[in-house]
């Protein structure tokens, strides 16, 4: 069982805007501005779309934003496109010096 | 450009050791922090554990602690991670990333390692 609760899957159609949410506790997500998130096509790496709960690397899509309120984070993608297609999972630091990284299990985005 | 490129996969018996590279490029270099990433089959991410490159200090998650190794060698901005006696369940694909401030970007293209009698 993952640290971060996020929802199995979600779904939309091209142009409409979904969000992903992805839940931890007053100890992590609701503690520190640490959250990032990150797209995963199928049989490739991982990469960062989010990171510092708001803030977008450099060539990632505006389509992408991030948001936190209370001890859960969200991932909004508007103007859904079928590359949007993917596996999208949520990390946060924990202030654990053990396990400093805690990730959500992930949330399959399907676009209709 | 900053890049890690990953050695590739391997096929193993259980009780086999193996190591596993990540090269770094680019704008990485030592004083920078390699994060290490299990995927199991059709499953999520779990961190294992880090190490700076610079000095080697490592942290690992007490989910692997004891069970994997990771080192680096910093003249080459190389880290490493290894097994000494392989499970079955360490059938997974290994994700090597640079690790800034609690993110990780960017990533290597992942390493498939297969145990299996």
């Known amino acids: 069982q993952s640290a971060l609760s996020q929802p199995a899957s979600v779904s939309g159609s091209p142009g409409q805007s979904i969000t992903i949410s992805c839940t931890g506790t007053?100890?992590?997500?609701?503690?520190?501005?640490?959250v990032s998130w990150y797209q995963q096509h199928p049989g490739k790496a991982p990469k960062l779309i989010i990171y510092?709960?708001?803030n977008r690397p450099s060539g990632v899509s505006r389509r992408f934003s991030g948001s936190k309120s209370g001890n859960t984070a969200s991932l909004t993608i508007s103007g859904l496109q079928a590359e949007d297609d993917g596996d999208y999972f949520c990390?946060?630091?924990?202030?654990?010096?053990?396990?400093?990284?805690?990730f959500g299990g992930g949330t399959k985005l399907t676009v209709l | 450009e900053a890049q890690l490129v990953q050695s590739g996969a391997e096929v193993k018996k259980p009780g086999e050791s193996l190591r596993i590279s990540c090269k770094a490029s680019?704008?990485?270099?030592?004083?920078?922090?390699i994060s290490w990433v299990r995927q199991m089959p059709g499953k999520g991410l779990e961190w294992m554990g880090r190490?700076?490159?610079?000095?080697?200090?490592?942290n690992y998650s007490p989910s692997f602690q004891g069970h994997v190794t990771i080192s680096a060698d910093k003249s080459i901005t190389t880290a490493f991670l290894q097994w000494s006696s392989l499970k079955a369940s360490d059938t997974a694909i290994y994700y090597c990333?640079?690790?800034?401030?609690?993110?990780?970007?960017?990533w290597g293209q992942g390493t498939l390692v297969t145990v299996s009698s």
């Open positions: 990333a640079r690790d800034r401030d609690f993110s990780f970007d960017p």
């Open positions: 680019g704008d990485i270099s030592a004083g920078h922090w």
């Open positions: 190490i700076d490159l610079s000095d080697s200090y490592t």
């Open positions: 007053s100890s992590d997500i609701g503690f520190y501005d640490y």
């Open positions: 510092d709960v708001t």
């Open positions: 990390s946060s630091y924990s202030g654990s010096s053990n396990t400093p990284v805690v």
